[in-house]
T-cell receptor, first 111, second 114 residues
Framework: GENVEQHPSTLSVQEGDSAVIKCTYS??????FPWYKQELGKRPQLIID?????GEKKDQRIAVTLNKTAKHFSLHITETQPEDSAVYFC??????????FGAGTRLTVKP | ETGVTQSPTHLIKTRGQQVTLRCSSQ?????VSWYQQALGQGPQFIFQ???????GRGNFPPRFSGLQFPNYSSELNVNALELDDSALYLC?????????????FGPGTRLLVL
């Protein structure tokens, strides 16, 4: 089955700096890669996703890149703000059946 | 916030007991996936239901079972509870059967097994 590894496990940045979180996956047939943000005690919320026919996608301060050959994808957050502080999860799936999540990255943005 | 709801919000059970968790999917969604999230970890896929049929299962024993109803709401049943079953149980709904894979999570049920 799919195995997703996520790095780093913790990330601390100064407000205004950029943050990058990286994930690798094992199943070359995976074709859907969402990113979720989970604040303490709350549900995971989808922030951006990318499909395997696209190499990059951007939504305001958030971007995701996908390298199918190397089987890795990354989340980029620019101009970070304190409210970006949360745990971020990457995931990979073949369709939406059996979605596998990374272990999470705890992002702290210091004001 | 999504339109996905779960009940109860919290639950305390003892080892060996059985538990039923409920999920109401977002309007128009016919697919529900269940996940177990242990403290400090990512969600782990338990199984998925699409139009009342199981449509995939993760590495969980048979004592984890589910149902989906004609209105696409769903139940997760866990028999013979073990201490390691203590976790946040999340359901996520999606519009399955095609290319739309986006899953929207409910708030979760926090289960504590003593």
């Amino acid at each position: 089955g799919e195995n997703v590894e996520q790095h780093p496990s913790t990330l601390s940045v100064q407000e205004g700096d950029s943050a990058v979180i990286k994930c690798t996956y094992s199943d070359s047939a995976s074709n859907y890669f969402p990113w979720y943000k989970q604040e303490l005690g709350k549900r995971p919320q989808l922030i951006i996703d990318i499909r395997s026919n696209v190499g990059e996608k951007k939504d305001q301060r958030i971007a995701v890149t996908l390298n199918k050959t190397a089987k890795h994808f990354s989340l980029h957050i620019t101009e970070t703000q304190p409210e970006d502080s949360a745990v971020y999860f990457c995931a990979a799936s073949r369709g939406n059946n059996d979605m596998r999540f990374g272990a999470g990255t705890r992002l702290t943005v210091k004001p | 916030e999504t339109g996905v709801t779960q009940s109860p919000t919290h639950l305390i059970k003892t080892r060996g007991q059985q538990v039923t968790l409920r999920c109401s999917s977002q309007s128009g969604h016919n697919t529900v996936s269940w996940y177990q999230q242990a403290l400090g970890q990512g969600p782990q896929f338990i199984f998925q239901y699409y139009r009342e049929e199981e449509n995939g299962r993760g590495n969980f024993p048979p004592r984890f079972s589910g149902l989906q109803f004609p209105n696409y709401s769903s139940e997760l049943n866990v028999n013979a509870l073990e201490l390691d079953d203590s976790a946040l149980y999340l359901c996520a709904s999606s519009l399955g059967g095609g290319y739309e894979e986006t899953q929207y999570f409910g708030p979760g049920t926090r289960l504590l097994v003593l």
